[in-house]
């Protein structure tokens, strides 16, 4: 089994930054890609950022230019610069190999003055 476990989510101000973890544990394997996703209240979950085990990423239209994917070995960091209200949110981050996609519980992301 893999466990993730995400921490960094906060009550910022518009403008403002944060960086996001997440940390995995169990029996993970060499190959595979990790992910942030984001639920906001009463909204679809939606893909944030994903980065292969090769260090390729992607990044949803809505976040590109302010969000920065990275991973050390199979622990991912979410940076999130010029946050805005819309992007209030519960993040998630998930790791996907052959097996299956194991998700983290989710932390919560508030931007709000």
């Known amino acids: 089994q893999v466990q993730l476990v995400e921490s960094g989510g906060s009550l910022v101000q518009p403008g403002g930054s944060l960086r996001l973890s997440c940390a995995t544990s169990?029996?993970?394997?060499?190959?595979?890609?990790m992910a942030w996703y984001r639920q906001g209240l009463g909204k679809q979950r939606e893909l944030v950022a994903v980065?292969?085990?090769?260090?390729t990423t992607n990044y949803a239209d809505s976040v590109k230019g302010r969000f920065a994917i990275s991973r050390n070995k199979n622990t991912v960091y979410l940076q999130m610069n010029n946050l805005k209200p819309e992007d209030t949110a519960v993040y998630y981050c998930t790791l996907r190999d052959w097996r299956s996609t194991y998700w983290g519980q989710g932390t919560q992301v508030t931007v709000s003055s």
């Open positions: 169990g029996s993970i394997f060499r190959l595979n890609s």
């Open positions: 980065i292969t085990d090769g260090g």
